[in-house]
């Protein structure tokens, strides 16, 4: 979303920076290292209050209704040193919405972080619903892990720490492709195109695919610096052309498509 200019520094470099640094983040999130702690300031938070620009501030009063332990979960992730990987709150109200519009009962979530996301698409699947979790890193999710819990969603999630490439496989291979209603894609962005395609193949006609950081701090528009940039350029110009989906690209925390089956 939009920020206010860090000191004298002009937005776009600043937010610009910030998403180097989530470019970073996000590679340790597909690797093994853990990262390093944030420095102050390195980031925005992913819900701004106080410091944004008055007409997000103005939004975020007049649009946000978030569940009390879905705020709760939200200012322990803001307090976490790579707080800013996660997903804006409107971003994942709109999520939410979504996933309550289609009727969904099976999603697919790529990249759990502490789990904010997870949590509020769990908070609107019926009981029987259920959100497959994908991560490779347990000790972000542990932070959820209580307050989804607490919320009584916790039997909704189902976690499965390891690559997301493997449980897509093994969701396919057991003969669950065109069952799934809803997936969001926020991981290690060098995979963005294998996770589309396989989540194409396990979404059913109907269904949406929501493919997060697709601006990359708007790395995008010189995506030569870097892998993911480009790696995030290349499948947003074959989502263009793509006639399998219907797309629509929103201007919402750090770019988010969202792909209609067809």
Not at 217 to 229: D, E, F, H, M, T
Not at 239 to 256: E, W
């Amino acid at each position: 979303g939009p920020e206010m200019p860090l000191f004298s520094v002009p937005k776009e470099v600043a937010v610009g920076t910030a998403m180097l640094g989530v470019a970073f983040v996000t590679g340790m999130l597909a690797g093994k290292r853990r990262p390093p702690p944030r420095r102050v300031g390195a980031a925005p938070s992913p819900c701004p209050r106080r410091g944004s620009s008055p007409l997000w501030q103005y939004m975020l009063d007049h649009s946000l209704r978030e569940h009390p332990i879905l705020k709760k979960l939200r200012l322990l992730t803001e307090d976490h040193p790579w707080g800013m990987m996660m997903v804006s709150c409107d971003q994942a109200q709109l999520m939410a919405n979504l996933v309550k519009l289609i009727k969904a009962k099976k999603v697919i979530e790529i990249g759990v972080f502490t789990g904010y996301n997870t949590l509020n698409m769990a908070l609107v699947l019926p009981d029987n619903g259920r959100v497959i979790a994908c991560d490779i890193n347990e000790d972000y999710a542990k932070i959820g892990k209580p307050l989804w819990k607490e919320a009584g969603v916790d039997h909704k999630i189902d976690l499965r720490i390891k690559p997301a490439i493997q449980t897509l496989d093994e969701l396919l291979a057991s003969g669950e492709a065109e069952t799934f209603d809803f997936a969001f894609i926020d991981a290690d962005k060098e995979s963005y195109n294998e996770y589309y395609e396989k989540c194409l193949r396990l979404i059913k006609k109907g269904g949406i695919i929501a493919i997060d950081n697709v601006f990359f701090g708007g790395s995008v528009l010189k995506p030569r610096k870097n892998l993911a940039s480009q790696a995030i350029h290349h499948l947003n110009e074959k989502l263009l052309r793509d006639a399998r989906v219907n797309i629509s690209m929103l201007p919402m925390g750090d770019g988010v498509t969202l792909a209609f089956k067809l």
